[in-house]
C-alpha cells in the first residue's frame, strides 16, 4: 500500500529510491506500471516505458534476440550497449558469442549475466522512461560501477531519459537528481543527496 506519495521525474534526470525491506519501492514501479490498485489520485505517464526488474526475466532464444526483443538491428547502438552492460567478455566466452541460445533449452547465464542481458535489453529499447528496480544488487560490485556510470549515471547512454532506479547502493545516491526515502509505503524525505544529508 502507498500513501500520500507525490513526485515528478523530468527528462535527464535520475530519481532514486531508497528504503528498508517492505518500504514500498517496488511498489511505487508497479503503480508506474498501472498495476496497483488505485483508491485515489493519478499516475500520468508520457512516453514508452522499459523495465528492468529484480529477478531478470530471459527468452528461450539467443542472447542478441533477448536484447533486439523484436526491434531492427542497429551494430552501432547494439555494441555500445554490449560494452556499456559489461556483456563483451562474457560473449566471447560463449560458444556462439551473441548467436548462443540461452534460457531453458540453451546455455545457463549466472544471475548476474541474465540481470545485463536485461538491462541491455532495456537500453536497447530506446524507451523515454526507465525504471530499474534494483538491478544492480545481481551483480559484482565493480560491474555494478560500470553499468551505473555507462548507462543510468550522468554520462551514460541513457543520461537525457527519465530514470528510476530502486537501489540499496547508497553510493549511487550522490549522483542523483532527486532521492526519495520511503518506509511502511510513505514518503519520508526526498531532495537531493546533499539536502537529505545535512
Known amino acids: 500500500t502507498l500513501k500520500d506519495i507525490s513526485l515528478v521525474v523530468p527528462d ?3 530519481f532514486a529510491i531508497v528504503g528498508s ?3 514500498g519501492k517496488s511498489s511505487i514501479i508497479s503503480a508506474i506500471l498501472g498495476e496497483m490498485y488505485r483508491v485515489k489520485g ?3 505517464v508520457r512516453g514508452s516505458i522499459a523495465y528492468v526488474p ?3 526475466w530471459i527468452m528461450n532464444a539467443t542472447v542478441r534476440e533477448n536484447i ?3 526491434k531492427p538491428y542497429d551494430e552501432r547502438y547494439y555494441a555500445e550497449t554490449l560494452r556499456a552492460c559489461c556483456l563483451n567478455t562474457d560473449l566471447e566466452m560463449l560458444p556462439g558469442g551473441d548467436q548462443t541460445e540461452i534460457g531453458e533449452r540453451g546455455i545457463n547465464l549466472s544471475g548476474g549475466q541474465k540481470q545485463r542481458v536485461a538491462i541491455a535489453r532495456a537500453v536497447y529499447s530506446r524507451a523515454e522512461i526507465y525504471l530499474f528496480d ?5 551483480v559484482d560490485a565493480h560491474v ?3 553499468i551505473f556510470e555507462h ?5 551514460g547512454l541513457l543520461r537525457t531519459k527519465a530514470r528510476i532506479l530502486v537501489t540499496h547502493g547508497i553510493h549511487f545516491l550522490p549522483e542523483a537528481s532527486t532521492v526519495l526515502t520511503l518506509a511502511d509505503g510513505a514518503m519520508c524525505e526526498m531532495g537531493t543527496y546533499s539536502e537529505l544529508m545535512d
Open 134 to 138: 534494483d538491478p544492480l544488487s545481481a
Open 42 to 44: 493519478t499516475v500520468t
Open 68 to 70: 533486439l526483443f523484436g
Open 151 to 155: 548507462v543510468m549515471g550522468s554520462n
Open 12 to 14: 535527464g534526470s535520475l
Open 54 to 56: 529484480q529477478t531478470a
Open 144 to 146: 555494478g560501477r560500470h
Open 21 to 23: 525491506v517492505g518500504s
